[in-house]
DNA sequence: GCCGTTTTCGGCCCGACTGTTTTCAGTCG
């Protein structure tokens, strides 16, 4: 059973909850966390690196020990250390952890004093009112426990980004119009332009007589009031989605704006490298001693410790700062770079326009070309196209291209891989696509081999040009399949294939880490809308948000290439 | 448990809010 880099950082991050609850040493607990991190942010498997000699220690917060650790995990699949501490404190802790209100402290006494070590005993202790004696505890902690366990059942944790700016903007809009407010801006994942976001994270600079905070918690939208002081309140809105608000002087605005964008292991090194110089930074600006040089701007903070301006998207953790300081940070890729779409439905198959309809619309969105990329027949429920279907598309796009002006049609076809890797149409209609876009569709549960097979026998074939949505997830609903993506940009970088940034809110797959991964391994990306109807050319901010997550710049992109540069590239005819 | 242009020992990011503890610990971000 191969043991794979996520295995080893959940294994850290358990070690990490269960020496809180035994109050271990805080700062063995965090090196034990930071360790989980490295090992996620990991572009290569750690038994490849291992078996090619490299040395662990030289990893960020790996040393001797954790080394020792990850090698034992790859080699027996568990860690000694985790197997005694579950003899102390059970595994089942971690759940209550998960609750809010419930620290390692309190699940600590929980677990002494009561024996509680499930949900399920903590919610019969609590509705029985035994909690409100023990130590730290009272009437208050006991129902806002049972309160949160209702909760967390009930609701959704994280909301699609699309969906939590149809929320954000017209919250924006309400504080920016009380009085006395200035800057409204939500910070946190959100402006980091993460996939998926757990709470908003608002930040406002306001007159100090300014009614912002009760305007704040009375807002149409406000289901419940977590808290409120002068500075800060945390409430949910009805659908569940948690919004923090700041608010701070505007001299602070630079330095607040900065420490609640994060991440929060992006701040910790940068308040590190503070720390370095003797200087101080918190969300009111950065201080030496108790005199503020800076915070008026994020620039301005970042220029105290030496660095240029940090695009939020890179707040990760995962080596910008390093880059910050040798000046290589990656001119990140905007939507005017994109000069192409190469993924687009029509009602031939699943979309609900027509081919020139969907033309004028890219055009209108300022592209220059487009792909045609109707399903094929193995696809059924999307009405799926066959040979003659599609032969007639093709002739209609000619017919189209000779009428219309300022937009290229290209002749494709989202090709399903069939589940022994063959593609669902023949090469004599193949050849005569300018690109083929292939994708899985179906058989989401083979083995990690035999889906990697899969792919890697579709790329085989002369006439794939790119893989689309690559690991088939559907945030917040389905899991990507098991495959073994680095070795899917392996293959693709040796044969010169594609791999597409599928731009649906839904979906926007392939992720940050295998974008970055990609562009390290030299293959490019196309960042594709996928619509299905005029409107949806939209979501190519949401792919851009993403490549811009994962380092991407604009040589990194296929359809940022112009037509005839297109045209010159391996894998792509224009026959 | 990690780490080193103050250091191989002694540090390790910082502050707001809540509830209960009447002076502060725990939790959260």
């Not at 078996?51 to 001797?64: E, H, N, R, V």
């Not at 409100?132 to 949160?148: D, H, V, Y």
């Amino acid at each position: 059973m191969p043991v794979h880099n996520e295995d080893i950082a959940v294994i850290f991050e358990e070690m990490a909850d269960l020496l809180e609850i035994e109050n271990a040493n805080p700062f063995r607990v965090r090196a034990y966390r930071n360790a989980a991190r490295t090992v996620r942010g990991l572009g290569r498997e750690l038994s490849d690196m291992i078996s090619t000699g490299y040395d662990l220690t030289s990893l960020p917060g790996i040393g001797k020990d954790l080394s020792a650790k990850i090698i034992e995990i790859l080699s027996s699949g568990h860690a000694r250390a985790l197997d005694k501490l579950h003899k102390e404190v059970p595994a089942s802790l971690e759940d209550l952890l998960k609750i809010p209100g419930l620290g390692p402290k309190k699940v600590r006494v929980l677990f002494q004093e009561l024996h509680i070590k499930t949900l399920r005993q903590l919610e019969k202790a609590a509705s029985k009112g035994l909690l409100r004696n023990l130590p730290g505890f009272g009437i208050k902690t006991e129902q806002q426990i049972l309160e949160n366990i209702a909760a967390q059942r009930s609701t959704e944790k994280r909301f699609l980004y699309s969906v939590a700016r149809r929320y954000a903007e017209p919250l924006v809009a309400h504080l920016k119009a009380i009085a006395g407010v200035n800057e409204v801006v939500v910070a946190g994942s959100y402006r980091r332009g993460r996939e998926t976001v757990g709470d908003l994270d608002i930040l406002v600079t306001a007159r100090a007589d300014s009614p912002v905070m009760q305007g704040f918690i009375e807002y149409d939208e406000v289901g419940d009031v977590v808290s409120k002081g002068k500075t800060r309140a945390t409430v949910f809105l009805r659908n569940g989605l948690q919004v923090d608000m700041r608010v701070v002087e505007p001299h602070s605005y630079g330095a607040a704006l900065y420490y609640f964008t994060g991440s929060k292991a992006h701040n910790i090194q940068v308040r590190r490298l503070a720390q370095k110089r003797g200087l101080k930074i918190n969300e009111y600006g950065v201080f030496r001693n108790e005199k503020r040089i800076a915070g008026k701007t994020e620039d301005s903070v970042f220029r105290t410790v030496g660095l240029p301006f940090i695009p939020p998207e890179l707040r990760e953790a995962r080596g910008e700062i390093e880059a910050a300081q040798n000046n290589s940070l990656p001119d990140l890729i905007g939507l005017d770079d994109l000069q192409g779409d190469l993924h687009v439905h029509t009602r031939a198959s699943d979309g609900n326009a027509g081919i020139e309809e969907m033309a004028l619309a890219a055009k209108a969105c300022g592209l220059r070309y487009i792909a045609i990329t109707d399903h094929t027949r193995n696809l059924g429920i999307a009405h799926g196209l066959d040979p003659e279907q599609l032969q007639q598309q093709i002739d209609e796009i000619d017919r189209l291209n000779e009428k219309l002006r300022g937009i290229t049609i290209l002749k494709s076809s989202e090709v399903d891989i069939l589940e022994d890797g063959r593609l669902d149409l023949p090469n004599s209609i193949l050849s005569q696509l300018d690109l083929v876009v292939a994708a899985v569709h179906s058989r989401f549960h083979l083995s990690r081999s035999k889906q990697t097979n899969r792919i890697i026998r579709a790329m085989e074939s002369k006439y794939f040009t790119m893989l689309a949505h690559p690991s088939g997830r559907l945030l917040l609903e389905r899991d990507a399949y098991d495959v073994d993506m680095l070795r899917i940009i392996e293959v693709a970088g040796e044969r010169g294939c594609y791999l597409e940034l599928n731009s649906q809110p839904l979906r926007l797959d392939l992720n940050d880490s295998y974008c970055k991964l990609a562009k390290e391994q030299g293959v490019l990306i196309s960042i594709n809308s996928d619509s299905h109807s005029p409107i949806q050319f939209d979501y190519l901010q949401g792919g851009i948000n993403q490549a811009r997550r994962g380092w991407l710049e604009k040589k990194d992109v296929l359809n940022s290439a112009s037509l005839p540069q297109l045209q010159k590239l391996n894998k792509v005819t224009m026959g």
